[in-house]
């Protein structure tokens, strides 16, 4: 037990406690929200996972000790943790300023998606007015953890029935919403006759005389399948339905002169198509999500999953056929915008690839502190006609890309705030070693011994804290390697 004057006085004080960030992946989810530092005012990026790191570097050892006595042991792991320590010491410098660095870029990203994602909720009333309230709650939660969690699910995951019921009636509203511009999107679904088609470039014959010559000549523009969605790619000899070239104002006008209200027309059209197949591909990456929780909590056996793996699959079939809807209007925005001199549409209509379908939450390969959620998110705008679901988990989102912010700017402040003491801990210690070194002694050989050691290590502090000064543009910015040998003096 530790003397009263060391032991930590606990009046007045409030104690939280916490679970390091390696570990906490392990629990259950009603801990990750309550005990995270992520989530947690004031403790900037800290993990709490250093003692680990120590024994990681130890395990190499492992095969070498299981053979020693306690001795021998001991005095191996003592001096390995000696030359780990001493290591740390040596390359603290370069340490600190790689962390600042990505500390930095990491706050600045942060902000930015903090700022994108409220100001797509703050574009509509409803969304101005759960922003409020959602910055309110958080706020009080910070204060007092006692209030509600905002970081914790309200809505309960929605069950195998209500996905294949959402999934029925949108094919319902697909087949009661259609258009001349959907007759493009009819040929991915092989649901076009050659009526439809004959129809189609009759019509074309009138508004867009060029087409015939250029069908004549077989110089038909062809350009690059540049989507990712894993729908098939059509060959336009191959003489299907699905295959016809529409040659559609945005197919052709940067080999042929066209009509401007003709490309306006299908401005407008493709703006709204890539809209909606943007909103289509989130309800489904939202539903399959949902779908996916569902089974892992409720269902077990060979029946229940295979029914919900079939219906996933399907949800799937969905995701893909609106990204691919999506790549296509893109594709026409494109080249339409090139010649209308439209600007400013591309931060909310961006390039769609399968990196950036992933749902709310997901880290996409990073870990909590670093994640950003993907742009398709950023972009959505709050409505009252918005599920339960999805409001919930902007919510949440919200939640979490604001206080990654916030731990990023801590730590940044954090870190200026260790780098000052550093230095100033370093000044003392080598002002220890030289009280050490200039103490009046007796000319005995041990105490000679006990100058020039003194001597010796007050250069240590001197070398460290010189490192703070390098240029890190022609300096290693990884510092010591900590497989390394220590370093000489």
């Given at each position: 037990?530790?003397?009263p ?10 104690i ?35 003692p ?8 190499r ?10 001795g ?8 390995n ?21 990505e ?7 942060h ?8 100001s ?26 006692s209030?509600?969690n ?12 209500a ?41 074309q ?20 399948n540049s ?10 000899t ?56 569902f089974?892992v ?27 691919a ?41 990073q870990t909590q ?27 949440i ?26 230095l ?10 030289e ?14 011994e ?40």
């Amino acid at each position: 037990m530790l003397p009263p004057h060391l032991q930590f006085n606990r009046e007045g004080k409030t104690i939280n406690f916490f679970v390091p960030k390696f570990h906490i992946a392990a629990h259950i989810e009603s801990c990750q929200t309550q005990f995270s530092f992520n989530w947690t005012p004031g403790v900037g990026q800290t993990d709490r996972e250093a003692p680990e790191r120590g024994w990681a570097n130890i395990n190499r050892m492992a095969s070498s000790m299981k053979e020693m006595d306690p001795g021998a042991r001991s005095n191996t792991l003592n001096n390995n943790f000696s030359d780990w320590n001493w290591k740390k010491i040596m390359a603290l410098s370069k340490t600190m300023l790689r962390k600042m660095t990505e500390a930095v870029v990491a706050e600045k990203e942060h902000h930015l998606a903090l700022s994108e994602l409220e100001s797509s909720i703050n574009n509509s009333e409803v969304g101005a007015a759960s922003l409020a309230a959602w910055r309110m709650e958080i706020e009080a939660w910070e204060m007092d953890h006692s209030q509600c969690n905002p970081f914790q699910r309200r809505v309960g995951t929605m069950t195998q029935v209500a996905v294949q019921l959402e999934l029925a009636q949108q094919d319902t509203k697909e087949l009661e919403d259609s258009t001349g511009i959907d007759v493009e999107d009819a040929q991915h679904h092989l649901h076009v006759d050659s009526s439809a088609l004959n129809m189609w470039t009759n019509i074309q014959k009138l508004y867009m005389p060029v087409v015939p010559n250029l069908q004549i000549s077989a110089n038909l523009p062809t350009g690059c399948n540049s989507n990712d969605s894993g729908c098939p790619v059509p060959g336009p000899t191959s003489g299907k339905a699905e295959d016809f070239q529409l040659l559609l104002p945005s197919e052709i006008c940067d080999v042929m002169p066209c009509n401007k209200t003709l490309l306006e027309t299908e401005w407008s059209l493709h703006f709204a198509q890539a809209t909606d197949a943007l909103n289509e591909c989130r309800s489904h990456i939202r539903l399959c999500h949902q779908l996916y929780q569902f089974k892992v909590q409720h269902l077990c056996g060979q029946g229940p999953n295979t029914r919900a793996c079939k219906t996933m699959d399907a949800v799937e079939e969905h995701l893909m056929l609106s990204h691919a809807k999506y790549a296509r209007a893109h594709k026409a925005l494109l080249s339409l915008a090139r010649h209308l001199d439209r600007i400013g549409w591309e931060h909310k209509l961006q390039p769609l690839k399968k990196m950036h379908l992933r749902p709310i939450g997901d880290f996409g390969q990073q870990t909590q502190g670093t994640a950003i959620m993907s742009w398709i998110w950023l972009t959505h705008r709050i409505s009252s006609d918005d599920s339960e679901g999805l409001q919930d988990s902007l919510r949440i989102e919200q939640c979490k890309a604001r206080a990654h912010h916030n731990r990023w700017l801590e730590e940044v402040q954090l870190l200026l705030e260790e780098m000052r003491r550093t230095l100033a801990f370093l000044k003392w210690q080598e002002d220890s070693w030289e009280s050490c070194a200039t103490l009046p002694t007796i000319e005995q050989p041990e105490e000679k011994e006990v100058a020039a050691f003194a001597e010796h290590w007050k250069r240590v502090p001197q070398l460290v804290a010189s490192n703070f000064d390098f240029d890190p543009s022609t300096d290693d910015v990884d510092g010591v390697s900590l497989d390394a040998p220590p370093l000489p003096l």
